[in-house]
C-alpha cells in the first residue's frame, strides 16, 4: 500500500504531515520488544494506519478527510497553549493545527525513526521518546491530548487513559481515534474456518481490539465527562486474501499477541482465500477488508462547564409536547 500498483483496486496517496523539534528527549521505554519492532515497521511504511482515516479509497477519499476534519474543528474553538499527541510518530495530525489552535506542541513515540521522519510545522514542537503506557509528564501539564491510531497497541487501555486524563489541566480535551472490535472480520473469520476444517482448530491471527461498547465506559471509568463516541467504517478492496495480508504486514499491522501462532500453512491460506472470495466477495471480483474506526473525546471536569440540571426540576413534561400546536 501507499501508492497505485498492477493488481490493486486502491489507489492510495502517500503523504506524510510531520513536525520539526527543537530537541528530542529520551525516557526508557517499559513497552515489550515487539510494540517497538511493529512501530519501526510503520516507521518506514509507505501508507501509515493514521492515513487509513484520511484515505480510503478514490471514492470516499475526500468525504473521510472532511469528516476528521470536523470532527477536530468542533472542540478546537479556543486556543490550547499546550498540546500533546501519544504515538504521534509523524504527526499526520499536524495539518489539521495551526498556531491559532496549538500554539505549541509535544510529540510522543515508541520509535525514534517516526520522530526523526516528519516535516517542518510552524508550531513548536517538542519530541518526546517514550512509551504510551508510561507518560513522563507531571500531573495537569496539556490543554490538549490527541491520539490517532495508535491506543490499539497499548496493552493497558483503562491505565492509559487514567495517565491522559492525569497530565490534562482541568477543562482540558482528550481527542483520540482507535481502531475498533469489527475491523477486519472478514479476515478473521475466514481464517477461523479455514484453520478449522484444515487443522481441527484456530489460532488468533488478528490482533484483539476495543469494541465500541466499552470505549465509553472506559472514558468515564478514567474520570472524563462529557463524552462522545463516534464510529466509522472503511472499506478497502483487494484483488484477493494474499495482498490483504501484504499490505497489514507492510505497515507493521499485524498480530502482535504473544501466543499468537507463527506459521499459517499453505493448505489453511488458500482454504482461507476461497473462503473469503465465496464470503465476502465483490461481483468485480475483489474481496472488501472492513476497518472499523472509533473516535472519542472526553473532557477533564471543571466548574466552569455545563452540568445537568438537579432531578425533579423539570417546569414541562413529555406529556405535554403531544398539545402543543
Known amino acids: 500500500a501507499g501508492r497505485e500498483s498492477s493488481g490493486r483496486s486502491g489507489s492510495w496517496t502517500h503523504v506524510s504531515h510531520s513536525l520539526t523539534t527543537e530537541r528530542h528527549v529520551c525516557f526508557k521505554s517499559h513497552g ?3 510494540r517497538r ?37 468542533s472542540c478546537l474553538l479556543r486556543t490550547f497553549p499546550l498540546a500533546l499527541d501519544i504515538g504521534g510518530g509523524r504527526s499526520h495530525i499536524a495539518e489539521h493545527l495551526s498556531k491559532e489552535v496549538v500554539e505549541r506542541f509535544c510529540l510522543t513515540d515508541v520509535s525514534q525513526q517516526s520522530l526523526r521522519r516528519r516535516r517542518p510545522s510552524e508550531i513548536p514542537t517538542h519530541c518526546v521518546l517514550a512509551d504510551e503506557e508510561f507518560l513522563p509528564f507531571k500531573e495537569n501539564t496539556f490543554d490538549l491530548v490527541v491520539s ?24 482540558g480535551v482528550f481527542i483520540g481515534a482507535m481502531v475498533g472490535g469489527e475491523t477486519l472480520y472478514e479476515l478473521r473469520c475466514s481464517l477461523q474456518l479455514a484453520e478449522t476444517e484444515r487443522e481441527g482448530g484456530f489460532s488468533p491471527h488478528i490482533s484483539p481490539y476495543t469494541a465500541v461498547t466499552d470505549l ?28 490483504v495480508m501484504t499490505d497489514l504486514q507492510g505497515m507493521g499491522e499485524s498480530n502482535c499477541a504473544w501466543n499468537r501462532k507463527s506459521l499459517l500453512h499453505r493448505d489453511t491460506i488458500l482454504a482461507a482465500a476461497a473462503i473469503y472470495k465465496e464470503m465476502y466477495g465483490s461481483e468485480d471480483g475483489s474481496i472488501p477488508a472492513t476497518f472499523e474506526i472509533l473516535y472519542m473525546i472526553g473532557w477533564k471536569p471543571h466548574e466552569s462547564q455545563a452540568k445537568p440540571a438537579k432531578r425533579g426540576s423539570a417546569t414541562a413534561s413529555f406529556g405535554d409536547l403531544s398539545k402543543t400546536g
Open 216 to 243: 465509553g465506559n472506559l472514558l468515564g471509568q478514567a474520570g472524563f465527562n462529557m463524552l462522545t463516541v463516534d464510529i466509522d467504517d472503511i472499506q478497502v478492496h483487494y484483488p484477493g486474501i494474499m495482498e
Open 37 to 73: 519492532s511493529k512501530s519501526r515497521k510503520r516507521s518506514h511504511s509507505q501508507i501509515t494506519p493514521m492515513q487509513f482515516c484520511f484515505y480510503s479509497n478514490d471514492h470516499n477519499k475526500k468525504e473521510d478527510r472532511i469528516k476528521n476534519s470536523h470532527r477536530l474543528s
Open 148 to 171: 490517532s491510531l495508535a491506543l490499539h497497541w497499548i496493552n493497558d487501555l483503562p491505565g492509559a487513559l487514567r495517565q491522559i486524563h492525569q497530565v490534562l489541566k482541568p477543562d
Open 32 to 34: 515489550n520488544h515487539l
